[in-house]
């Protein structure tokens, strides 16, 4: 009998000692597989640590169909991220290639539906016929005997160097066989351990897709105009005195953001997807490092820029592969040190006003502390915290941001946030990481 939602296996006639013709079916069984990530990071990136929370998709390619991928089904209580351990979950059914993606924020994609692989955009939003990479890639082979066996390897479709250093991808992983103990629909199922895979500096890179102009949700944005600078890469370099050269800088009517050499540290140590995009080393620019970033992310700043009436922020956080959590890896983070905006005191006056995020060397910009000597300077500077952090609490609430962070913890109910799901839950929380600057992120992940 044909397992459900499998699809009809093809018969092979054979004989009997009577001479009577038999159709025999070879139904593939389903598999369960598990795979550790890892990633290096720490204070001096060497650090192995698990990669935690990642979203993830895993495809699948037929041998018969080689170019054809769609979406496979998430095993039996799998959340589509990796888990606390750093493990990802993968069914596997029958024979080719299987292939986990980054799910990129935003994107939903519908078991058994076809998948497109995208490639990292030009500038322009051109196509540049550089496909994003996998994670891994896992080999399924069908041996004569009708057993399976599976690899860890990769399509490295980028031509890297295989090994263990910051610009290598993993090497291929040993032949494993998989037996009864792993197939998904017993009732006892023991996932096939298939070990830990270190997800380099360079597969994040890779792995990580490069937006451009014509993304659609920058077309359907009502900031095109800004982030076609920022993903047209447009944006111009910092004129102030001292100022760093990979320093980018958005300038659109009123409001300007800085982009903080900081922010593409780790983006401009690491190849670029192009062949050669005439950098010294072909290593990425500021540019492309920023472009990244998800314009989900761009787009929300830009829209708290304008509902706050904010005129700069500065910006030293973005995507980057070399440090920090999984959510600055895969391009839904932000982090941002100052904002300034205009404000209207109760004489009807236009005050500029600029805090900045840090607990012990801006105290003044604390968005609940009430100091025991006032000044008018200093409530403005206050209450634009407070507006600023309760914009990012409603939005969190709303399910459009993730996890914050940031110099203060404060909950939903100090932000006058009543409509949370609980009110007393911390909304953005705190700890030395975030001593000197908010961190911003899109998705699901809640405190």
């Known amino acids: 009998m044909r397992r459900r939602n499998q699809p009809p296996a093809a018969a092979i006639v054979v004989r009997d000692r009577d001479n009577v013709a038999m159709n ?48 496979m089904a998430r095993p039996r ?7 606390s351990q750093g493990k990802a979950h993968v ?24 998948f497109s692989i995208q490639q990292h955009a030009l500038a322009d939003g051109r196509n540049s016929g550089r496909d994003v990479q996998p994670l891994v890639e896992l080999d399924v082979v069908e041996a004569a005997d009708l057993s399976l066996s599976v690899r860890t390897t990769h399509p490295n479709g980028l031509l890297r160097t295989r090994g263990v250093e910051a610009d290598s991808i993993a090497a291929d992983g040993p032949v494993r ?77 009123d409001k300007r953001i800085e982009f903080n ?8 140590g690491r190849l670029s997807f192009r062949e050669d995009n005439g950098h010294a080393g072909n290593r990425m620019t500021a540019d492309e490092s920023l472009r990244r970033t998800h314009p989900a ?33 895969y391009a839904s983070a932000l982090d941002i040190t100052e904002a300034t905006a205009t404000v209207v005191s109760s004489d009807e006056q236009r005050h500029e006003v600029t805090i900045r995020f840090h607990r012990t060397k801006s105290s003044n910009s604390h968005p609940l502390q009430i100091a025991a000597t006032e000044t008018p300077a200093r409530v403005r500077m206050r209450e634009f915290s407070c507006s600023l952090h309760s914009y990012l609490a409603q939005g969190q609430a709303n399910g459009r941001l993730g996890w914050l962070g940031g110099p203060w913890e404060l909950s939903y109910a ?34």
Request: proline content about 5%; hydrophobic content about 30%; charged content about 20%.
């Open 297 to 329: 992310a761009m787009d929300f700043l830009l829209r708290m820029m304008h509902d706050l009436d904010i005129s700069n922020i500065r910006s030293t956080g973005a995507w980057r592969p070399h440090f920090g959590s999984v959510l600055h890896r």
């Open 77 to 83: 209580g799998a959340s589509g991220k990796t888990s």
């Open 24 to 71: 025999v079916y070879h139904v593939p069984l389903r598999h369960h597989v598990e795979i550790t990530f890892t990633m290096n990071g720490g204070d001096d990136g060497k650090a192995t640590q698990l990669t935690k929370g990642l979203p993830y998709v895993v495809v699948h390619a037929r041998p018969e169909d080689p170019s054809h991928w769609r979406v």
């Open 414 to 447: 100090q932000l006058g946030i009543h409509d949370a799901e609980s009110p007393d839950k911390i909304s953005i929380r705190t700890d030395n990481t975030h001593i000197h600057h908010i961190h911003i992120s899109l998705g699901d992940t809640q405190p």
């Open 261 to 268: 050499h900081q922010s593409t540290t780790g983006g401009r």
């Open 177 to 253: 066989q998989l037996t009864n103990l792993q197939e998904a629909n017993s009732k006892e199922v023991k996932p096939l351990d298939l070990g830990r895979h270190l997800i380099s500096f360079q597969a994040w890179a890779d792995a990580s897709r490069t937006y451009g102009s014509e993304h659609p949700l920058i077309e359907a944005s009502d900031y095109r105009e800004q982030l076609r600078i920022i993903y047209g890469e447009s944006l111009t370099t910092n004129s102030r005195p001292g100022a760093d050269l990979n320093d980018r800088i958005l300038e659109h009517g």
């Open 91 to 114: 069914l596997l059914q029958g024979a080719g290639k299987y292939r986990i993606y980054i799910n990129e924020p935003t994107e939903q994609f519908l078991p058994r539906s076809t």
